[in-house]
């Protein structure tokens, strides 16, 4: 199985969503002489279709249902479902395009355009989970769960996501960040009490919940909220009394070389009495957080420089 998500690279499901589709091509009947083999548009009965059991989301707007089936009622569907056949029936199980389907009935359409794949159940969820990244209404946090179940579960990079979904590797890595905040915060981006602007402000935040529930009750802007969690009072826990400790010659050396080389600022801090530490590096702008990656990217694993 681990072999299997390697050699799809980014997965026979991906690629098939993500393909142009000419929509303008004559769809042919399911009913037509070697139809069943093609793997171009095909017209299949709506009651040949039944909707996946195992679909990520499961809830559908009642009022944008409608929209889409006014849209269908004037201009036809105009993306073709992309469906999978059921072994022991002349049905299809609807890999993509659940929604275009239920419209089509309020519509009262018959047959509907499909693309046939024979995808294996793993494919069939990989593709509906990028579906459902691709729909315009997702908050962040859906976004952000998108992407991490196509990394956890099929192996994905943030690299190979952005190139196949049209997105920059840093707005991936950005809502991925989001997925580190306390759940309750992440309740109020669901829920729109706050944007992805105001949640990633307070991510490195050590009482995000506290803050949150300031920036709600305050109706904070997204830069009012990134004052407030840069502030003194909201960067450190309650009670907390740092101890400062000199640093020596060649650890202040070592910070302005880094510096230099990375062209952003750097600061070392080893622990008292031990070898440990931290090491921060502090980046200004998206780019340069894209090119401190580049750099970490091609760094030796092996631990030699």
Known sequence: MEKKSERRG???????????INITAEARNVNEPGAQGRTGNILVPV????????QPRRTFSPEALSDLSESIRQKGVLQPLIVRPIPGSDGY??????RRWRAAQLAQLHELPVIIRDFD???????????N??????????EAVGFRQLMDGFGHTQEKLAQALSKSRSHIANLLRLLNLPDDVQALVRDGALSAGHARALVTTPNASELARQVV?????VRETERLAKAPAATKPAGHRPKRFEKDADTRALEADLAANLGMSVRIDHEPGGEAGT???RYNTLDDLDALCRVLSVMPRDGSI
């Open 279 to 281: 090491l921060t590096v």
């Open 10 to 20: 980014l997965g026979r499901g991906l690629s098939a969503l993500m393909a142009d």
């Open 121 to 131: 159940d793993v494919e069939v969820l990989e593709v509906a989970i990028i579906e």
């Open 217 to 221: 009750a305050r109706g904070l802007s």
């Open 47 to 54: 009651e040949k279709l039944i909707p996946n059991p195992n």
């Open 133 to 142: 990244i691709q729909r315009a209404d997702l908050n962040a946090i859906e």
């Open 93 to 98: 199980e609807i890999v993509a395009g659940e």
